[in-house]
């Protein structure tokens, strides 16, 4: 038995290395943020310092960087319920009354996802311009909204398909309407899939930089544009910035990490069960 | 559709309703935007130069093609796209064998292995660009100096490989999600006769658990596409497309000719070709996705 045993710790070596290896640039961002900004750039790299809150006070207290996480929340929330509010009728249909065209359906939808954003950047951009949405959060919600849109159809399709329909049949049965149908029976028995998808979609918005890049500029701009901003040289203020970007993933991380075994199924499209 | 319950062939509603406004507005995002797009590479249209807009036909298109900048730009796409592809793809796979195997703690592993998918793309170029690749007081400048090597100054002299590894960082977490899960369902019976055999890991791995990822990791391949074709935080972060054009990919150029150069007439022929190239390979994937809907019950 002596081989395995080693073996195993050998396996658990190389585990251990690759994973600290891929979490090496967070861990190191999130240590960074507990330092001074003289000890941020210090060659060679210090590991131990004393930990200071001060840069998290410093983020804390400039009122733009509330304003901006206030934005990031307005528009996760706000697309991934205009999302839901379009593809959960949708998806009901589609998975309790499927027709010859729900297959083709379902792969339209997916392909809208292949017109690259940047292909209709202009025309958004223009559009967004004289309809008085740029820089605006309901003009990012409706952009935002729109990409997710696919992926939220297809996920909560693939939940939906798991409910028997005889149990929406025996309601149907007792007088149910269809929206009583809906809200009363499929909601309720498909919260935890809903609940994965919702995720799912404030994640993606969440992270979304494309359009928050280029719609928005000061009133209505996200975290990731926020972040973008200290891209420039004088941004040289690493200690703050990974304060600024601690604060900015830590909720989206902690979301992931718990529903990551739900997104799979989302993201898979029914390869991985 | 073989196990298609009775139940669910009884239209007793109206299902359009339901469908109507999620394909409705759908639809509306793919035409309008697109016939804009195709209307104004016709035309001379500059943001700077209002009330001039006069029919260009295909110049535009002949400006685009005759551009150096567009063929730089489409060479560096599909780099970007087939580089972090190929790497995602084996880093996945390799990271999902191991964690797939049993050792203390790889629960928590698997958490660490993960987490860069979460982490928004502004953050993770920026992380990359200021405390590992920044030539003075980098992570990698320090390593670089202590072995005598003198510093790499990787964004200007590298600036697209050093793009490949941000995104490749990025996205390999990804390949984990979807790969892993998928090993795991793979019937432990099956592998443990494979053993008993005398199959040893490396037969295993090639004859049993790659095979079963082949489904899994193509549609790791279409997201990954779809995401990669329209990259653009990573740059517009880190190099702002430089030096020159050496990283600038076909998103970046589109940006750079509409909201810098206003030049929208210029950018939506550019646009077009963008939709073009994605479609080519659209084309391919959905028919890989289409086949996996087909036994999806």
């Known amino acids: 038995m002596r081989p395995k045993w080693q073996a195993r710790a050998a396996l658990a070596m190389v585990g251990w290395l690759a994973a600290l290896a891929m979490f090496f640039p967070i861990l190191w961002m999130v240590l960074t943020s507990f330092k001074t900004e003289i000890a941020a750039v210090a060659t060679p790299p210090v590991v131990f310092f004393k930990p200071t809150l001060e840069n998290y006070r410093a983020v804390l207290e400039r009122a733009d960087y509330l304003a901006f996480a206030r934005n990031s929340v307005a528009v996760s929330l706000g697309s991934t319920l205009l999302a839901l509010a379009l593809a959960i009728p949708a998806a009901y249909s589609m998975a309790f009354f499927p027709s010859r065209r729900t297959k083709d359906i379902l792969l339209w939808m997916l392909s809208t996802k292949m017109l690259p954003a940047v292909g209709v950047l202009v025309p958004i951009y223009l559009l967004w311009r004289s309809l008085g949405l740029l820089d605006t959060i309901a003009g990012l919600i409706v952009m935002d909204s729109i990409s997710v849109l696919p992926l939220v159809v297809w996920m909560l399709f693939s939940f939906f398909r798991e409910v028997p329909p005889e149990i929406l049949e025996a309601s149907r049965m007792d007088g149910a309407s269809q929206r009583e149908e809906m809200t009363h029976i499929l909601l309720p028995l498909c919260t935890p899939g809903i609940a994965a998808t919702a995720l799912l979609s404030m994640i993606l918005c969440w992270n979304e930089a494309f359009w928050s890049l280029n719609l928005t500029t000061v009133r209505a701009a996200t975290l990731t544009v926020f972040t973008a901003s200290f891209s420039s040289p004088e941004g040289l203020f690493w200690a703050k910035l990974s304060a600024a970007s601690t604060l900015a993933i830590a909720p989206i991380l902690i979301f992931g990490w718990m529903s990551q075994r739900q997104l799979v199924r989302g993201l898979s499209f029914g390869a991985v069960k | ?297």
């Not at chain 2, 406004?21 to 035409?31: E, K, T």
């Not at chain 2, 000719?257 to 959905?286: C, E, K, Q, T």
């Open chain 2, 1 to 297: 559709m073989t196990g298609t319950k009775p139940a669910r062939q009884k239209r007793s509603f109206r299902t359009v309703p339901l469908l109507a406004p999620s394909i409705f507005v759908l639809f509306l995002w793919m035409v309008v935007p697109l016939a804009m797009t195709l209307w104004f590479s016709a035309e001379n249209y500059n943001l700077l130069s209002p009330g001039k807009n006069s029919f260009a036909g295909l110049g535009n298109y002949r400006d685009l093609l005759t551009s150096r900048a567009l063929w730089i730009a489409m060479g560096n796409t599909l780099f970007l796209v087939g580089a972090v592809l190929v790497i995602t793809l084996v880093f996945g796979t390799l990271l999902s064998v191991l964690l797939d195997s049993e050792f203390p703690g790889r629960g928590i592993c698997r958490l660490l292995v993960v987490a860069p998918f979460f982490v928004m793309p502004t953050v993770s170029a920026l992380i990359w660009k200021n405390m590992f690749m920044n030539p003075v007081f980098g992570v990698f400048a320090w390593i670089t100096r202590s072995l005598g090597i003198g510093t790499i100054d990787f964004f200007s002299s590298m600036p697209l490989l050093a793009i490949v590894v941000i995104v490749a960082w990025e996205w390999t977490p990804f390949a984990v999600l979807i790969l892993l899960p998928a090993l795991q369902s793979l019937n432990r019976e099956q592998k443990e006769a494979a053993r008993l055999d005398g199959a040893g890991p490396i037969a295993l791995f090639y004859h049993i658990e790659l095979p079963h990822l082949r489904r899994p990791m193509a549609v790791v391949a279409m997201i990954e596409v779809i995401f990669f074709l329209s990259l653009f935080a990573e740059i517009y972060v880190t190099t702002g497309g430089g030096p020159g054009l050496a990283s600038t990919n076909l998103a970046f150029l589109i940006f750079r000719d509409a909201l810098l150069g206003w030049d929208v007439g210029r950018a939506s022929a550019g646009g077009v070709f963008a939709i073009i190239l994605a479609n080519i390979v659209a084309l391919f994937l959905m028919r890989v996705v289409g086949r996996g809907l087909e036994d999806m019950r």
